[in-house]
């Protein structure tokens, strides 16, 4: 975002900033930062960026920020710093010999983040382009890496990438959108893990303005509309919980929350409610001195109105892993009113605020704080794990979205241990959480006392204990399976990979091929070699492919992805997500290629979706009529004349039928367990018809309305996992009336 046009006028004293640290710095302090900051403009001098203003307002803001959560002076002339090194000619050495050598080295830490090398198989750095997708992996990991080593390193680059937001109205269109999806992804949940509520909120709300303009300027409006009753209302509740509060001789600083847009835009979406049904939009926060008062604060408020069921969390008895620790209550107040309250003592809410910036303002940057490592041990895990299994780039960003920045449960080991898990993890997830052998060992599973599937997911509170075998075999392939279920954070899938991997490679090898033939026979995918998909997953023997699914690092369902991805249509970055229901397939969803606009339409002998590799043949005043390029109908025409190379186009939210095969073993209530699934899948069923046989098997057809390939083979690996099924293949035609074969 440099420009280095004429100079622009330099600033001469920052005073916002050095106001800001002079509530908590000493004065020798002051003038290292003001040192700071007059070498950093110097530096700058002639630099713009690309909203015209001088760059040194940028280093400036980030410091500015950094002081609001009264960081250390290290870190505010680091952060004054943090460019000079990358957009200057001053080395690291020169920061080093001027300003020591902790600042250095964190100004250091926060150029490293930007600058990503490309290393061979021997460790050597070497001269080679990354596709975008790399590239913002292991900057991710870099920043992790960083921030293991020291977290302040992370505190200047989320406070950089703030005043980056604020600022992002002066960026290209398709570069504001991009960045704000990146800061909504891992900046502002990372700012939420660190417990830095003051950053998360912000780049939160800044993100959701450039990605969703239009909701965001609604949810403005209708928060502006309502602004004054609002605030006349949370000033009544103030003063009546004020009044009845002196009465116990508690003095409390009681204030209305301010109100987050994205935040009440994701419970208007989780609740499917309006933004008048929102029970946060009415509350307010009550700081008091002491632990105990706390508790007394909640009973009274309880006195005086009703709480609503199910809407009280103790976050003080069961922290959170970032430290912080409050009380959440919503009861019905005054006319009425739905009132969310927390109740938390000032140390908390500093906390709550800053999260681990706190422990520079209470311990004044001294190291081996034991609470401060406790906060962080989540960081230290991952590090240690990501070290233990040589996770790639992507694989272990995909495990930070999973693993780290996904809402989390606390569930009780049987000795009342606290653990945090990922929103949606299993029992298995916990049993590789407590050991990698549990996890290994693991045959079932108890939640709450009472005996539950593996594939149960876990809520907050649940007491989960783990049935292991010491004869066990190991972990189960299924157990990759992400139609199943069966592990939901990348840390225990990882784990149960690794095992895998460790098995014999024959074996792997066989255990591959079956797995892909399978997959492909039973979704009828004709025509496709082994040697290409081996190479659209960059492996150059087909061996060593076999091999990863054979342990489980690809899975079949990622091969028909891939297949889908290749051979189906194109995606088209325009095109958003829709709510509405799906339509059937349009005019545009198959393209002729080298003829112009043709009408086409889907043969039914074969119904082909997207990811089916396809071709056409010309119909007498019916246009084009696509099918299978396997299906019979067109396999052995001798008019060839007749055919016409065609390809997927830009199917959009278009549905295709298709028609499943399923097998089992005949018992009453096995076309409603079937129906049900598909519903649940969200499917529409256009036809089910059933045949028993004389052995006590049945076959039951059923045709459903999917999206692709990808959406199929979902569907058909969760109906193998309907009681009594043994077998489910994707029908190409054929129907009842052909029996069995």
């Not at 061979?120 to 990991?141: C, F, I, K, L, Y």
């Not at 311990?363 to 989540?378: I, L, M, N, S, T």
């Not at 279920?485 to 225990?492: L, M, P, R």
Request: hydrophobic content about 40%; charged content about 30%; proline content about 4%.
């Amino acid at each position: 975002m440099l420009d280095t046009g004429a100079p622009a006028t330099p600033l001469i004293v920052p005073s916002a900033l050095l106001e800001q640290v002079a509530r908590y710095l000493s004065p020798s302090d002051l003038e290292a930062i003001r040192r700071a900051f007059e070498f950093a403009r110097d530096a700058h001098d002639g630099q713009s960026r690309e909203s015209g203003d001088p760059y040194i307002t940028h280093p400036l803001a980030v410091a500015e920020t950094l002081a609001e959560l009264q960081l250390d002076t290290a870190t505010i002339s680091a952060a004054l710093l943090h460019d000079v090194a990358e957009d200057t000619a001053v080395s690291i050495e020169d920061l080093e010999a001027r300003f020591g050598s902790e600042v250095a080295r964190l100004v250091d830490g926060v150029t490293k983040l930007s600058k990503v090398p490309w290393f061979n198989e021997h460790g050597e750095e070497v001269e080679r382009p990354m596709d975008r997708q790399t590239m913002w992996a292991e900057s991710m990991r870099k920043m992790f890496l960083a921030m293991a080593d020291d977290i302040r390193v992370v505190l200047i680059k989320l406070a950089d990438r703030l005043h980056n937001m604020r600022t992002l109205d002066a960026r290209p269109p398709e570069k504001r959108r991009r960045v704000s999806q990146e800061t909504m992804d891992i900046y502002a949940p990372l700012a939420a893990r660190l417990g830095i509520g003051q950053i998360k909120w912000q780049l939160e709300d800044l993100s959701f303005r450039h990605l969703e303009p239009s909701i965001y300027k609604d949810i403005a409006r209708q928060l502006s509309s309502r602004r004054v009753s609002r605030e006349r209302y949370i000033a009544q509740v103030i003063e009546t919980l004020d009044g009845e509060l002196r009465k116990l001789g508690i003095t409390a600083e009681i204030t209305g929350r301010p109100k987050h847009i994205f935040s009440i835009y994701r419970k208007m979406r989780a609740r499917q409610a309006e933004i008048s049904q929102i029970y946060d939009l009415l509350a307010v926060r009550v700081l008091v001195d002491t632990l105990p008062e706390c508790y007394s604060v909640l009973g009274q408020i309880h006195a005086i109105w009703r709480p609503i069921p199910g809407q009280f969390d103790d976050y003080i008895s069961n922290r959170k892993e970032s430290g912080y620790q409050s009380l959440h209550t919503t009861v019905v107040a005054m006319e009425g009113h739905p009132l969310e309250i927390q109740i938390r003592t000032h140390e908390m809410h500093q906390v709550a605020e800053y999260g681990v910036a706190a422990h520079w303002r209470y311990k004044e940057g001294r190291r081996g704080d034991v609470q401060f490592d406790a906060k962080v041990a989540w960081l230290r895990q991952l590090m240690d794990w990501q070290r233990d299994v040589s996770a790639g780039a992507q694989e272990f960003v995909d495990s930070l979205k999973t693993d780290v920045f996904q809402d989390q449960v606390y569930v009780f080991t049987p000795r009342g241990e606290i653990k945090e898990m990922a929103q949606g993890a299993t029992p298995l997830d916990f049993a590789y959480r407590v050991h990698t052998e549990v996890g290994h060992k693991c045959v079932g599973a108890k939640v709450n006392g009472r005996m539950v599937p593996l594939d149960h997911k876990l809520q907050n509170g649940d007491i989960v204990e783990i049935i292991t075998a010491r004869g066990s075999k190991g972990p189960s392939r299924d157990w990759l399976n992400p139609n199943l279920g069966y592990v939901g954070t990348a840390n225990a899938r990882e784990k149960i990979r690794q095992w895998f991997k460790r098995q014999q490679r024959d074996e792997n090898v066989l255990r591959g091929r079956e797995l892909v033939d399978k997959e492909l026979k039973r979704l009828s995918i004709d025509g496709v070699k082994l040697d290409d998909i081996a190479a659209t997953f960059k492996y150059e023997r087909v061996d060593d492919f076999l091999a990863a699914v054979g342990y489980g690092d690809i899975h079949p369902h990622q091969i028909v992805v891939r297949i889908e991805k290749e051979m189906g249509p194109p995606a088209d970055p325009d095109e958003q997500p829709s709510l509405r229901p799906a339509s059937t397939p349009s005019l545009s969803s198959v393209k002729v290629l080298g003829v112009g606009d043709l009408l086409t339409r889907l043969a039914r002998c074969c119904n082909p979706v997207p990811g089916d590799d396809i071709i056409g043949y010309i119909t007498r005043g019916k246009g084009v009529t696509v099918h299978r390029r396997s299906c019979s109908s067109v396999e052995h025409e001798e008019d060839q004349e007749r055919l016409v190379q065609v390809d997927w186009g830009r199917t959009g939210q278009s549905m295709f039928p298709v028609t499943v095969r399923i097998e089992a073993w005949d018992r009453v209530g096995l076309a409603r367990d079937i129906a049900a699934l598909l519903a649940d899948e969200g499917l529409s069923i256009t036809d089910l018809t059933t045949k028993v046989h004389k052995d006590q098997t049945a076959a039951v057809w059923v045709t459903v309305e999917v999206s692709g390939l990808d959406k199929l083979s979902r569907v058909l690996h969760r109906l193998e996992g309907v009681k009594d099924v043994f077998s489910v293949v994707r029908e190409v035609g054929k129907g009842p009336t052909n029996g069995r074969a």
